[in-house]
């Protein structure tokens, strides 16, 4: 099997201009730091692919990157830009740390991603560091990744591409009997081949299991002729995540299958050809939706239409019926509509998306016509 090229990695200006992007996004003049510690957006922000890690950053050159002792060499590699700081274990902790680091530094008020924290964990750390006042930053770092930059632009077409020979792979070794189990381990190894990781849990739902959107590869459930096969997995390269999902049948299909994965497949045409940047979110998922409400199978669609992907699987935008958010040049989303009826099966075709000015490039070539094995 072919394989994608390997693609080096981004050098410490370019997380220099995510940092001002950050900050630019942020109106509160007074506030002086932000400790983060999303493992996706210390990435992000500084290189380093481990955990058990935060980074105290400021608007100018305080560049620190907190983990203990199992990550410190590694992050040293991978986070040249930052002073590495040991803590926890036998180490001072890091409410201990940061309580030294903002008298050092004089912090007052500290930005903070408050989704990322229990309750108990803020309330203990908000009771041992006195003197800081905290500042609640909800999604906002989120909102800064879900437009991506060259680099990440080029990494998650690497993940489409490998996905795509993923793909052409995989339909030549499903052949009648074999379980729903053994394709997705096949799926696994293909993508190890790759040289990548998956982007989630392989989904393979098989017969009457397509039904459930998130099936779980049953090892005892063999894949028969006249089956629907949905196969929704992806390739995540040097940490960025493709997501596709193809229904195949095994034979012909019946009337009602083609009917149902014609639906389907206009319903994806639709919405495509209107994702561009300057419309909202809820719009592009209102004519996918609409259009399958209107055919007869508007129950049988309940989830969102799709989602932005980059280091996570899910990010920003979510397109579903309430989002307002208005998408705009170089986010990168899915579109996968879907139709489910219990006791017969279900088929969703997803494309991943990078959005222009002027509409939308598909990432992933692999044909979203029905396949016939």
Not at 93 to 115: N, P, V
Request: glycine share 8%; aromatic share 6%; proline share 3%.
């Amino acid at each position: 099997m072919s394989r994608v090229a390997a693609t080096t990695g981004y050098g410490y200006s370019m997380i220099e201009q995510r940092l001002s992007r950050l900050w630019q996004h942020l109106h509160d003049d007074q506030l002086q730091a932000l400790l983060v510690n999303n493992d996706s957006n210390v990435r992000y922000l500084s290189g380093y692919r481990g955990s058990e890690s935060c980074l105290l950053v400021d608007r100018q050159q305080l560049r620190l990157l907190l983990t203990d002792s199992r990550y410190t060499e590694q992050a040293k590699r991978e986070a040249p830009g930052y002073t590495v700081i040991c803590c926890g274990g036998s180490q001072l902790s890091l409410s201990q740390m940061l309580r030294q680091l903002s008298e050092k530094y004089a912090i007052k008020h500290l930005g903070f991603e408050d989704e990322q924290w229990s309750v108990a964990d803020f309330n203990k750390l908000q009771t041992e560091v006195e003197d800081l006042q905290w500042q609640p930053l909800g999604n906002l770092i989120m909102q800064v990744r879900a437009k991506k930059d060259e680099q990440e632009i080029v990494l998650l077409q690497q993940a489409a591409k490998a996905t795509d020979l993923v793909f052409a792979a995989i339909a030549e070794k499903i052949k009648p009997g074999i379980s729903e189990k053994d394709i997705a381990k096949e799926l696994a190894y293909l993508i190890a081949d790759q040289g990548c990781e998956s982007s989630f849990p392989i989904i393979v739902a098989s017969g009457i299991n397509g039904a459930l959107p998130h099936a779980q590869p049953q090892a005892d459930k063999p894949v028969q002729k006249g089956d629907l096969i949905t196969l929704d997995f992806g390739c995540a390269y040097d940490g960025y995540r493709a997501d596709t999902t193809r229904t195949l049948i095994l034979g012909q299909p019946t009337a009602k299958q083609r009917q149902i994965y014609d639906i389907v497949l206009e319903a994806h045409r639709l919405a495509a050809s209107a994702l561009r940047s300057g419309i909202k979110a809820c719009q592009i998922d209102a004519l996918a939706r609409d259009y399958i409400t209107e055919v007869g199978f508007g129950e049988n669609f309940g989830h969102g239409l799709g989602h932005g992907i980059g280091l996570d699987v899910h990010e920003l935008p979510l397109l579903n019926r309430i989002s307002q958010q208005i998408l705009e040049e170089d986010m990168v989303a899915t579109i996968e509509p879907g139709i489910y009826i219990p006791g017969w099966g279900g088929i969703r075709i997803e494309n991943d998306y990078l959005l222009t000015a002027v509409g939308c490039q598909r990432l992933l070539d692999s044909s979203q016509e029905l396949i016939c094995l």
